[in-house]
């Protein structure tokens, strides 16, 4: 468990002595030194803390908050619960079109360093090629990106992926073709398994043997998204 490291941490985050916070709990600053050092609360005790820092208990105790990436991290501050399935990051942001149904918008391999920066910007999601695929089911918000590289053969280079949002990833199975938009690597195109319980990280494998598996740290994924179908059109 973290919850001695964790309180420390989000109190030094927040620039609180050990006396200040041990106020705002009602507890002695004694007490409080005993907790960062190991001593286990009481649970009336540990929901002080959840709620002071709004971060929910299982966090506080499973998961190490200093290992998240300052994205993640602001958004507890904004008032979000941190969760490493995905399922609190944050709202999607989509387009509509006249009757009110949800566009696919298209993610040309121009746009994608923009699209890292920008993807809760509805500005920039509005500006982006759309189109519709009447086929789909409705149940499901899709989204479509162009494949650089030829690491997912035989799905060509330049193809355009079109990919449903996955909103809890502990619902991904394993061995499932997915578009992960990252933090640092942009955006990529893998089999994705899950070792969420192991080490907090996806596996992602090519299926062109000549790319190696990696781990990618689950703090570094922003969005996935499942491979539905894909086709070679192109756009200006």
């Known amino acids: ?17 050990q ?12 007490t409080l030194a005993g907790y960062e050092k190991s001593v286990q609360p009481p649970f009336k005790v540990l929901i002080k ?10 966090a506080l105790l499973r998961y190490n908050l200093q ?33 009110g149904e949800e566009n696919i918008e298209m993610v040309p391999l121009k746009a994608q360093a923009g699209y890292t920066n920008s993807y809760g910007d509805l500005e920039f999601i509005g500006s982006l090629p ?3 695929l009447p086929f789909l089911p ?10 650089a590289g030829d690491s997912m053969l035989p ?20 061995g499932t073709p997915c578009i992960i938009v990252t933090l640092e690597e942009g955006i990529v195109f893998k089999v ?19 790319y190696k598996p990696y781990e990618l740290p689950i703090k570094n994924a922003i969005e996935i998204w499942k491979l539905e179908t894909f086709n070679g059109f192109e756009i200006e």
């Open 130 to 132: 759309k189109f519709s």
């Open 138 to 147: 409705k149940d499901k918000t899709y989204r479509t990106f162009q494949i």
């Open 192 to 210: 994705v398994y899950k070792q969420l319980e192991k080490n907090q990280t996806l596996l992602l494998v090519s299926s062109n043997r000549n």
């Open 19 to 30: 006396l200040s916070l041990a106020d705002q709990l009602d507890i002695t600053r004694t």
């Open 67 to 99: 290992e998240l990436s300052e994205f993640q991290l602001s958004q507890i501050e904004d008032g979000f619960d941190i969760d490493v399935t995905g399922k609190k990051l944050r709202l999607l942001t989509i387009s509509v079109d006249r009757d």
């Open 49 to 58: 803390f959840a709620e002071y820092f709004g971060v929910s208990i299982d």
């Open 155 to 174: 799905i060509p280079e330049g193809a355009w992926v079109t990919a449903s949002f996955i909103q809890n990833w502990e619902q991904i199975k394993d």
């Open 1 to 17: 468990m973290f919850f001695a490291e964790n309180i420390k941490f989000l109190r030094q985050r927040r620039k609180r002595s």
